[in-house]
T-cell receptor
């Protein structure tokens, strides 16, 4: 079974609008972490934001925030006021506490921001 | 955060040859990993590079094909041996545990390998 599911293979969004990228996960481990990465066409993998399973508040980093709904096992990335430079692939990943720091990856969502 | 460099950034190689990729981090890290990303795909973990001992390989990856070294806390190499066109991928070094912080995981810029 898929441990990380990103249901949106591609999205088009108008510049300056907010974007929500979906991510659901499956784990029986009570302690885990969720990561979001951005991969522009240049190929580098850029760490955006992290949410721990025991964190009381949703993580935020600048224009990025994570809508963490633990009971639903979802960790959606929200990008506020999108910019042309946000066009990229976005990957959700999970790390379980007993996994020896290994990341489990979703298939990614290709986001294109339209001017 | 950590500054991670990889050499080479890209290479075009002939079938049957080997290429060694270097990963250098500007600070000591707990864990170092090697990933592969084939065109249009997500990342696949090749192995965890262990300091001073043999790497831990994932299913489908073997030491003879992907020998890995990690002589210290800031440096690792991955060799892609006896290459075939199927090895054409981006190879990425990844680290966590920078300054003892493990809720971040960073990636190098990648090595884009093309095998003819």
């Amino acid at each position: 079974a898929q441990k990380i599911t990103q249901t949106q293979p591609g999205m088009f969004v108008q510049e300056k609008e907010a974007v929500t990228l979906d991510c659901t996960y499956d784990t029986s481990d009570p302690s885990y972490g969720l990561f979001w990465y951005k991969q522009p066409s240049s190929g580098e993998m850029i760490f955006l934001i992290y949410q721990g399973s025991y964190d009381q508040q949703n993580a935020t980093e600048g224009r990025y925030s994570l809508n963490f709904q633990k009971a639903r096992k979802s960790a959606n990335l929200v990008i506020s006021a999108s910019q042309l430079g946000d066009s990229a692939m976005y990957f959700c990943a999970m790390r379980e506490v007993d996994s020896n720091y290994q990341l489990i990856w979703g298939a990614g969502t290709k986001l294109i921001i339209k001017p | 955060s950590a500054v991670i460099s990889q050499k080479p950034s890209r290479d075009i190689c002939q079938r049957g040859t080997s290429l060694t990729i270097q990963c250098q981090v500007d600070s000591q890290v707990t864990m170092m990993f090697w990933y592969r990303q084939q065109p249009g795909q997500s990342l696949t973990l090749i192995a965890t590079a262990n300091q001073g001992s043999e790497a831990t390989y994932e299913s489908g990856f073997v030491i003879d094909k992907f020998p890995i070294s990690r002589p210290n806390l800031t440096f690792s190499t991955l060799t892609v041996s006896n290459m075939s066109p199927e090895d054409s991928s981006i190879y990425l070094c990844s680290v966590t545990g920078v300054g003892g912080v493990d809720n971040e995981q960073f990636f190098g810029p990648g090595t884009r390998l093309t095998v003819l």
